[in-house]
């Protein structure tokens, strides 16, 4: 919220520490954010703490959030995080320590090292749809951090950061109709169930699975095309026929337990 007589703004806190340093985490309103932090990504690259800025990441992550808000379906956004430079006053909750309120005046400085892409894809949406004051986002916040400071955290938060696998995010995407189809063709075949790597997009030697599940999907793209005329219906029972055939052309359905590595090689000599 914005105090508009002391030109400060003024947030419930929750009040954490990290590495000796006290963190401070706020929930901001959509249409606030852009007067609340200050951009970084002009300057020089060793002088910020923050990547060039993809202007097409950020409209791809704005046409997410729009299409969560307009179809019902939900979005979700992970914490902005970083550094704000100034004056800043913490009220405690006398009964409840990690409780307060922050103030932040408005002549500090608020800059991310995690979550440009997210703010301005932000400031986007606000600039399309109405009532935004209705909308959240979560940041988290150190202070006067100095500028080696920030690029650490940001070279820490970044270099550790870990891609899910292809697999896997097919495998959870609801909002991909042709894996989702083929995720139900796999679960209701006992054999393709029981055999495929729902995790990984490459298959080791002594994996109890024999297929990755990506590589479903691929296959099946060139298989069929989803599109608004089809019939789920019978586009499910025609991938459940290839994928029946090929596990009986494969060896697939009489395969047991033999590990991966055991029936490539199997294979190789029958070819």
């Excluded at 690259?45 to 019902?72: K, P």
């Excluded at 997009?201 to 089809?230: P, Q």
Aim: proline fraction near 3%; glycine fraction near 6%; hydrophobic fraction near 35%.
């Amino acid at each position: 919220m914005i105090n508009t007589s002391l030109q400060t703004f003024k947030y419930p806190c929750l009040i954490g520490h990290q590495g000796g340093r006290r963190v401070l985490t706020i929930s901001a309103k959509f249409d606030e954010l852009s007067r609340l932090l200050a951009a970084d990504n002009l300057s020089h690259t060793l002088n910020r703490s923050q990547r060039e800025l993809n202007r097409r990441r950020a409209s791809a992550f704005a046409e997410y959030v729009i299409n969560g808000l307009n179809n019902d379906t939900g979005y979700i956004i992970p914490p902005l995080i970083g550094n704000v430079d100034g004056d800043i006053v913490v009220e405690v909750s006398e009964h409840f320590p990690s409780f307060g309120f922050l103030s932040i005046p408005m002549n500090a400085k608020i800059v991310l090292f995690d979550g440009q892409h997210r703010e301005v894809g932000i400031e986007e949406v606000c600039q399309m749809l109405c009532n935004m004051h209705t909308q959240t986002v979560t940041v988290e916040l150190s202070e006067n951090l100095t500028l080696e400071q920030r690029q650490q955290f940001f070279a820490d938060i970044n270099g550790n950061a870990s891609k899910p696998n292809a697999a896997i995010n097919l495998a959870y995407d609801r909002s991909n109709p042709l894996s989702q189809l083929v995720r139900e063709v796999v679960m209701a075949n006992e054999t393709l169930k029981n055999k495929t790597d729902f995790e990984r997009t490459n298959i080791t030697g002594k994996s109890a699975a024999w297929v990755s599940f990506k590589s479903l999907c691929d296959a099946s793209a060139r298989f069929t095309r989803l599109t608004e005329d089809s019939e789920p219906v019978k586009v499910s029972g025609d991938l459940a026929k290839i994928w029946e055939g090929w596990c009986q052309f494969s060896g697939l359905s009489d395969a047991g337990d033999y590990p991966y590595g055991e029936y490539s090689q199997e294979l190789s000599r029958l070819n």
